[in-house]
């Protein structure tokens, strides 16, 4: 018998598993015409799950409830992975993050959410302990990710699917980007992480919640925008199934791809940059010039806010490259440059960026988060030194500004 998982798509409990299953290639069937409040009380559930609670994966073996045993189990399933740690003290470190990413992340989000939804009894009180408990844990976890790009050890383990989910919870519901902004680790942490392949593959796009939902009255649960099709009473912090939502809108076009033709190709700039191999100064930085449009395009420098934390090489480099891929949506409108400086710690990031329009595109500050980490300025291309910087930047000179370069990563 395969496993299969009684849930709906969009459960942020059940994801914990199906993300445990990407990396362990273990296969679950999700069988549709799932309905909360009704399948999941009915006898047969109920002999599953005496709660009538979702998610429940059954297996040859007999079912298993509570996701995080769930997501175990499939963890497990396959040996041939360290989703559970390499050692023994590696495996303690990775229940240890579990519980804590249940119980101090998990559990205020979750008090902090489900009042204000009319599931439980709303107070100020109340809320304003689960806000400063979540925010005693969010800074524990903070401070662990200044130095670690993952919970434990070098590679995603079962602790940071888990941890991820939870945090799905509250960057989808409460957590606003000027309440996130406090913990730049945990946000680098959760957008790299929710962007790897084999969470996206099971968690879709994720947008964090522009706003702090209102307080609905207690016993009027409104029909938040997350609740699935149900009979009776929703599970409190049951979250919308992805096949509800509305139907997107049309694309609107790019306001980019309204602006003035400009000369400038960008695709016909990345090419001359890919393809010299030699005399670079000569014919890349060269060509450059002669192609720079200022009336279509603008060249930002841009200075990470703080180098200071950037002690380990690796860490530092999996930021910039994370930076990278979240810049994806702009391929068609930049090219980029980012060096990271020095031989030890503190590293320097420093970077390029050519934008098409005269500012940095609307979207790209609203949509990477990086965007705040950095300060931007505009480069003067009337000021001979300025130039000389961008060319040295293009060109990847070394030493630049007097230090060695670590990497210089291409954004083309
Ligand atoms: N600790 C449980 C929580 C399960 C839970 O609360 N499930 C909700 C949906 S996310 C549910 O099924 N509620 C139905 C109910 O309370 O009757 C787990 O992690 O699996």
New binding site residues.
Partial sequence: MALVMH?YKG????D?AFIAAEFTGVKIDMPSGFE??VT??TPEFLKMNP?????VLETPEGPI??????ARYVSRLNGDNSLNGSSLIESAHVEQWIDFS?NEI?GNIFNWFVPRMGFMPYSVPGEEAAISALKRGLEALNTHLTSNTYLVGHSVTLADIITVCNLNLGFSTVMTKSFTSAFPHVERYFWTLINHPNFKKVVGDVKQTESVPPIKKAGQPAKPKEQPKKKE???????KPVEEEEAPKPKAKNPLDLLPPSPMVLDEWKRLYSNTKSNFREVAIKGFWDMYDPEGYSLWFCDYKYNDENMVSFVTLNKVGGFLQRMDLARKYAFGKMLICGSEGPFKVKGLWLFRGPEIPKFVMDEVYDMELYEWTKVDISDEAQKERVSQMIEDAEPFEGEALLDAKCFK
Wanted: no cysteine; hydrophobic share 35%; proline share 10%.
């Fill in positions: 849930s459960n942020k409990n059940s914990k909360m409040g999941n009380k709660l009538g609670k979702i998610p409830f509570e996701s995080n045993a769930i249940t998990y009473a929703p599970a409190a912090e049951a979250p």
